[in-house]
């Protein structure tokens, strides 16, 4: 006798849910606690996208997960004015990679675990999610324009185009493979570090030094969270009681201490210090994004990926030894 197979197991259980761009935060929190009332498990990927687990809403609201996601719009349609694009897959990768192509404003998209090897397949490589400009420009130049040559592609020549891992991730993904979980999340807050001085700081090198270790504070903390910020703000307090800040964005979302770092000091040197009485300062990361969603770019400069490879290596460092065990020889000074 066969045992008679659950729905989960026949019908993609990955919800993908893009919003417009530009969406007001508080009109994205208002989209998740839709997506909550679908499912228990979801995660916030801001600022405009989510994923959705739904085993357990299929449980509740039956197989059909078209119907879910056409249920989805009508509630966001009718009770916030937003319409959604939603990708429905088996894996994390090809629900994101569904949603993206529905067109705007907004539709569903339903790929089943039978069909997603042959619609992966057939769509451009640039299509498939994870997959950013330089890494499709690399490999459209050896010829690799879909993502059915893509997986057809030996492993090992992938990562000599991409890099090791990012070349291994993107032939797994582009064969179907993509175990990660929807890990139930939260739109994140932002993430802050602070120095209060014991004394007036008056010197522009132990201003810096302190502001290097406020960097390094963060990178680590958001490596750690596996979150990167689109922005940065500084904040810094006068004796007296006055303040100044002010924000900017990154090129690209990071959490590496020298993306961070550079844009730190530029916003340092936008304040235009003139012997001004620091009582302390924050760096505050913005509009935090998950680190999966950060495309792995191809870095022609050896320099940087040896600093990242060394990046990573320190990290390991502090959290077997502490957090002051190593770090830049300019912030031993801003203690």
Do not use: N
């Amino acid at each position: 006798m066969t045992a008679k197979r659950g729905p989960a197991r026949e019908v993609p259980t990955v919800m993908h849910v893009r919003c417009p761009d530009r969406l007001p935060e508080e009109i994205y929190r208002q989209v998740l606690e839709q997506l909550a009332d679908l499912s228990p498990v979801v995660q916030a990927l801001p600022p405009s996208a989510a994923l959705v687990e739904l085993k357990g809403a299929l449980r509740y609201h039956g197989p059909d997960t078209r119907r879910l996601g056409e249920t989805l719009r009508v509630r966001t349609i009718s009770r916030l004015g937003v319409d959604v694009r939603v990708g429905i897959g088996p894996t994390v990768t090809v629900a994101a990679t569904a949603s993206a192509q529905v067109p705007e404003p907004g539709g569903v998209l339903v790929v089943t675990p039978a069909q997603a090897a042959d619609w992966l397949a057939a769509l451009p490589v640039q299509a498939l999610h994870g997959i950013g400009p330089r890494q499709a420009e690399a490999l459209h130049d050896y010829g690799i324009h879909t993502v059915g040559l893509l997986a057809a592609v030996p492993p090992a020549t992938v990562q000599r185009l991409l890099g090791g891992t990012a070349g291994r991730v993107a032939g797994e993904r582009a064969r179907g493979i993509d175990p990660r979980p929807v890990v139930p999340r939260s739109l994140p807050p932002s993430a802050a570090v602070r120095r209060t001085f014991d004394q007036h700081a008056l010197d522009g090198a132990t201003v810096r030094a302190a502001l290097l270790d406020l960097v390094v504070q963060l990178g680590r903390l958001l490596r750690r969270r596996g979150q990167a910020a689109r922005a940065l703000t500084l904040t810094l307090r006068f004796a007296g009681g006055t303040g100044w800040e002010k924000s900017r964005r990154l090129v690209e979302p990071s959490a590496h201490d020298e993306d961070l770092r550079t844009l730190a000091y530029q916003l340092m040197d936008a304040a235009g210090l003139q012997r001004g009485r620091l009582t302390g300062l924050a760096l505050r990361g913005e509009d935090l994004v998950d680190a999966d969603r950060v495309a792995q770019q191809i870095s022609l400069d050896t320099a940087r990926e040896a600093r990242l490879v060394a990046e990573a290596a320190v990290d390991r460092i502090r959290d077997k030894f502490g957090p002051g065990v190593i770090g830049p020889a300019a912030t031993r000074h801003a203690s």
